[in-house]
């Protein structure tokens, strides 16, 4: 069964602290995109990713495909991050799934 | 490019009535996905084409919901008729592969009555 799982669900840190949000699923995947969601509603895509890691910024995504397992990492965070991030699974058998989503604050 | 476009923006309906999204991918994109977003259900693949024709369909609610690709600039997504529990947001986006970087509209915020 394709299932996507998100954690944590809430997430509240200071500005400057380094963030982690991990997503773990349940069979083989092809692939994994990161997304971000502000409050105003609009959906950005960070990552897409099948292997390794990426960075953009301070942005780092890393799967760790034995495990199952992908984490999303913020370096330095700032109020601006402040936002849900959502994880999208693409199975094997070419469905996708999506997360429920962290939604992350960042307290100046 | 302008990005993908989506309207309209916000729409508000009466149960019944038909109701018609619309996007406009990025040209060149090969790609078009269309997305719900809920409280209760988070987002969810609805369809998305490949080279305007339809690849998996296997989202879509029921039959009431309908996804056409008339050519590699439009692509419309059409709810006839239309229930309060169809109110949601509608995002389209594209991207040059299946796992491609997606590409989002701003999203159509539907609201049934």
């Known amino acids: 069964k394709n299932e996507v799982e998100q954690s944590p669900q809430n997430l509240t840190a200071q500005e400057g602290e380094f963030i982690t949000i991990n997503c773990s699923y349940s069979?083989?995947?092809?692939?994994l995109h990161w997304l971000q969601q502000h409050p105003g509603g609009g959906i950005v895509s960070l990552f897409m990713?099948?292997?390794g890691k990426k960075k953009h910024g301070r942005l780092i995504a890393t799967i760790n495909i034995q495990e199952k397992h992908s984490s999303l990492h913020i370096t330095a965070s700032h109020p601006r991050d402040s936002a849900v991030y959502i994880c999208a699974v693409w199975f094997g058998n070419e469905k996708l799934t999506f997360g429920t989503g962290t939604r992350l604050t960042i307290i100046p | 490019d302008a990005g993908v476009i989506q309207s309209p923006r916000h729409e508000v309906t009466e149960m019944g009535q038909e109701v018609t999204l619309r996007c406009k991918p990025i040209s060149g994109h090969d790609y078009l996905f269309w997305y719900r977003q809920t409280m209760m259900r988070g987002l969810e693949l609805l369809i998305y084409?490949?080279?305007?024709?339809?690849?998996?369909d296997s989202g879509m609610p029921e039959d009431r919901f309908s996804a056409k690709m008339p050519n590699a600039s439009f692509s419309t997504l059409k709810i006839q008729p239309s229930e309060p529990r169809d109110s949601a947001v509608y995002f389209c986006?594209?991207?040059?592969?299946?796992?491609?970087?997606?590409?989002f509209g701003a999203g159509t915020r539907l609201s049934v009555l």
């Open positions: 069979v083989g995947i092809s692939a």
């Open positions: 084409f490949n080279n305007n024709v339809p690849i998996d």
């Open positions: 990713l099948s292997s």
């Open positions: 986006a594209s991207s040059l592969a299946r796992q491609g970087f997606w590409y």
